[in-house]
């Protein structure tokens, strides 16, 4: 019973909740550690694999080592670790990418956010879980406050591929949540977590090989709040606090947080890059910024006092 209990257990779903928005704030960190590395002359892509890559390295000796049980997987689960870091860890961001370089960044980012909607259609239609209106709200004004933050108005032009890359890191993004959720029932969070990163990694590099970048870049400096800082230790706190521990916690949170719940939480994500870029790289909200993040934080809250309720005639949840 995974699915009804995620709805009535308080105490397992307020710590869950708190793993989750824990996840999205260091996820969030990752956008200005990103930024001023590509200002010391790194492409996006690059940052990506390396970012990725070196997650992947670091966090799996420390599985094998600490957690051996934990990668213990049958050849069942096969397709479950092949989605999760095809999906939810190189899909994500290479369509997110293409997206930005064909579109401004602030249209991508509400196209890959429309993933709590997503979510909350396959959980509706699939697993013939009712969402409350309330729900529905939450994500409307969620999504509706992202826009305002991320101020899509500002130089938006259409361009189909960009736009089918932002719908496509939405997809993507989705399945972050709902493979995330069924895995995180059956296995320890650090081994779907390492074995996902190593397939993501491999998928990054065969697309942007680390390799190939003038080694010079890694000692370049990168400015973070005035401090400088040479860019391989930016890469290296990019992989463990922007990369391993997000992931690591939000593996976590979906054992106890419906993916519906979840999903919305992560809209928290950009409202605080946003802030944090104004801390770290004096870029700062205006009013209409302000007034988004508000509408956001409102149907975030929606989301989490409403919950999603099981249809009585539907099948039999308990074996999802």
């Given at each position: 019973?995974?699915?009804?209990?995620?709805?009535?257990?308080?105490?397992?779903?307020?710590?869950?909740?708190?793993?989750?928005?824990?996840?999205?704030?260091?996820?969030?960190?990752?956008?200005?550690?990103?930024?001023?590395?590509?200002?010391?002359?790194?492409?996006?892509?690059?940052?990506?694999?390396?970012?990725?890559?070196?997650?992947?390295?670091?966090?799996?000796?420390?599985?094998?080592?600490?957690?051996?049980?934990?990668?213990?997987?049958?050849?069942?689960?096969?397709?479950?670790?092949?989605?999760?870091?095809?999906?939810?860890?190189?899909?994500?961001?290479?369509?997110?990418?293409?997206?930005?370089?064909?579109?401004?960044?602030?249209?991508?980012?509400?196209?890959?956010?429309?993933?709590?909607?997503?979510?909350?259609?396959?959980?509706?239609?699939?697993?013939?879980?009712?969402?409350?209106?309330?729900?529905?709200?939450?994500?409307?004004?969620?999504?509706?406050?992202?826009?305002?933050?991320?101020?899509?108005?500002?130089?938006?032009?259409?361009?189909?591929?960009?736009?089918?890359?932002?719908?496509?890191?939405?997809?993507?993004?989705?399945?972050?949540f709902l493979i995330g959720e069924h895995?995180?029932?059956?296995?320890?969070?650090?081994?779907?977590?390492?074995?996902?990163?190593?397939?993501?990694?491999?998928?990054?590099?065969?697309?942007s090989p680390p390799w190939t970048l003038?080694?010079?870049?890694?000692?370049?400096?990168?400015?973070?709040?005035?401090?400088?800082?040479?860019?391989?230790?930016?890469?290296?706190?990019?992989?463990?606090?922007?990369?391993?521990?997000?992931?690591?916690?939000?593996?976590?949170?979906?054992?106890?947080?419906?993916?519906?719940?979840?999903?919305?939480?992560?809209?928290?994500?950009?409202?605080?890059?946003?802030?944090?870029?104004?801390?770290?790289?004096?870029?700062?909200?205006?009013?209409?910024?302000?007034?988004?993040?508000?509408?956001?934080?409102?149907?975030?809250?929606?989301?989490?006092?409403?919950?999603?309720?099981?249809?009585?005639?539907?099948?039999?949840?308990?074996?999802?």
């Open positions: 019973m995974a699915v009804l209990e995620k709805t009535v257990r308080a105490p397992g779903r307020a710590q869950a909740t708190g793993l989750s928005l824990t996840s999205w704030v260091l996820f969030a960190s990752s956008g200005p550690l990103a930024k001023a590395v590509m200002a010391a002359g790194w492409s996006p892509m690059a940052v990506t694999s390396v970012r990725i890559t070196l997650a992947a390295v670091l966090l799996a000796p420390v599985v094998v080592v600490l957690r051996p049980q934990a990668l213990r997987f049958r050849r069942a689960d096969l397709w479950l670790l092949l989605s999760y870091g095809l999906l939810g860890v190189a899909g994500v961001q290479l369509f997110f990418f293409l997206a930005v370089a064909r579109i401004p960044v602030g249209v991508a980012m509400v196209l890959v956010n429309l993933a709590p909607a997503l979510v909350a259609l396959w959980v509706r239609v699939v697993r013939r879980t009712r969402l409350p209106g309330l729900v529905w709200l939450g994500i409307g004004l969620a999504v509706a406050g992202l826009a305002l933050i991320a101020e899509i108005w500002q130089g938006a032009r259409l361009d189909l591929l960009g736009v089918s890359a932002g719908l496509a890191a939405a997809i993507c993004s989705a399945g972050y895995g995180a029932s059956r296995h320890d969070a650090f081994g779907l977590t390492a074995a996902g990163l190593a397939i993501g990694a491999v998928v990054v590099v065969a697309v003038p080694s010079g870049l890694l000692t370049a400096p990168a400015v973070l709040g005035g401090l400088q800082a040479p860019v391989w230790l930016t890469l290296l706190m990019l992989a463990v606090a922007g990369t391993a521990l997000p992931y690591l916690a939000g593996l976590r949170a979906l054992r106890d947080l419906p993916s519906a719940l979840a999903s919305v939480l992560a809209l928290v994500e950009p409202l605080v890059a946003a802030v944090l870029a104004w801390l770290l790289l004096g870029q700062a909200l205006g009013l209409t910024q302000l007034a988004g993040a508000v509408v956001l934080l409102t149907g975030a809250v929606l989301v989490q006092l409403a919950g999603p309720k099981p249809l009585p005639d539907g099948p039999d949840l308990a074996q999802r």
